[in-house]
């Protein structure tokens, strides 16, 4: 006996929950109405479970998006078993293809992270598909297949950094990027539950070969940590995404306590205010500092930088008394009775 589909769980309870809010939002009122709901298809596992399950759920209002980065020789095949997929299934496919430029010192896995997430966005408004522009034609969300495995995955990256809150929240359950909503409906949901499903009942996918590469971090991780912890902690991935939305939900609290902080210190804050502020709660003195800091590109500060600006917050008791700190990519400074944030020259 054929079991159902891991991800249409999950996927129904998504969809339950933006029903939930119709009326409150565009998304919830895209889900109940007549919307089309993008699926971003690589044509792996993952992504064909999900495929399937919203092709259950919405029927022809789903669109798959697939993204051919040309970073292997085997991308091409990818790109027409996608389309291939989709033309037996009577799903409409739009293509991107990207050319992943990297310079000198950047990472090529950040690179194509980027550039596909703008392609997708890109796609979900349609451009690339067969057809004009047309708004109707336009996606509300794309849904991206990460599962419980990438979620632990990304959780033990950010314990390996020292990362905090917003680190520990790992990938977000829903996100905006290039003005396009995302979300990630099966973050609860086994790889190999995935797997299986497909297998038993027939549903062709690919396999990426260089997901066997273990000079990537995330490779080795998968390889040599998850069979580890997954013996020796059964469950320990669902357990952790758990622990991923109570970190982000904390994270989210500690955003709004920062907005009404900053409605006192103001942004850029005032020196005295955030003398005032730190002498009550050190913790709340930097947890508004980081959420001023976070809004400006390249700010973001470590922990040492975040210390030190607080101990020069702290001394300023003269008029004379100068700060300039890195911070991020560049210096923030004393101007008059507020600080100020300048990005480096370029």
């Known amino acids: 006996m054929t079991h159902p589909n891991p991800c249409a769980k999950a996927l129904a309870s998504w969809h339950e929950q933006q029903l939930g809010h119709a009326g409150e939002t565009s998304l919830a009122d895209a889900c109940s109405g007549g919307g089309r709901i993008g699926v971003a298809y690589s044509g792996g596992a993952d992504s064909t ?29 990818f790109e027409q078993h996608a389309r291939t997929w989709c033309e037996t299934h009577h799903i409409e496919c739009r ?39 047309d708004a109707a034609q336009a996606c509300a969300v794309v849904l991206l297949a990460q599962h419980a495995q990438d979620q632990l995955e990304t959780m033990l990256i950010a314990l390996s950094r020292g990362a905090g809150l917003p680190g520990l929240s790992a990938m977000a359950a829903q996100f905006e990027r290039h003005g396009q909503r995302f979300a990630r409906p099966i973050l609860g949901v086994q790889a190999t539950a995935i797997r299986q499903w497909l297998v038993q009942s027939g ?28 013996q020796a902690l059964p469950g320990v991935a669902q357990a952790v995404a758990r622990s991923a939305e109570h970190a982000a939900q904390a994270q989210g609290l500690l955003q709004e306590l920062a907005a009404l ?3 006192e210190t103001g942004l850029p804050p005032g020196i005295k205010a955030l003398q005032t502020l730190q002498a ?15 809004h400006t590109p390249g700010a973001t500060p470590s922990a040492a930088q975040l210390q030190q600006l ?30 100020t944030y300048s990005p480096p020259i370029i």
Request: with cysteine; charged share 20%; proline share 2%.
């Open 95 to 133: 293509v991107a293809n990207l050319q992943v430029v990297v310079a000198a010192g950047d990472s090529l896995e950040e690179r194509a992270r980027v550039a596909r997430y703008q392609a997708l966005a890109q796609l979900a408004n349609g451009a690339g598909a067969s057809h004009t522009h």
């Open 261 to 263: 902080d900053a409605l």
């Open 310 to 339: 607080m101990q020069q917050v702290q001394s300023c008791t003269t008029r004379g008394h100068a700060i300039d700190i890195k911070v991020g990519q560049g210096h923030v400074r004393r101007d008059g009775e507020k600080l």
């Open 203 to 230: 549903h062709r996918f690919v396999d990426d070969p260089s997901n066997a590469d273990t000079s990537y971090t995330r490779n080795r991780i998968r390889a040599q940590v998850l069979p580890a912890l997954e």
């Open 49 to 77: 479970a999900l495929l399937l399950a919203a092709i259950n759920l919405w029927g022809e209002r789903v669109v798959a998006l697939h993204v051919n980065h040309g970073l292997q020789a085997a991308a091409g095949a």
């Open 280 to 294: 009550a709660s050190p913790a709340r003195c930097a947890n508004v500092l980081r959420h001023w800091l976070a």
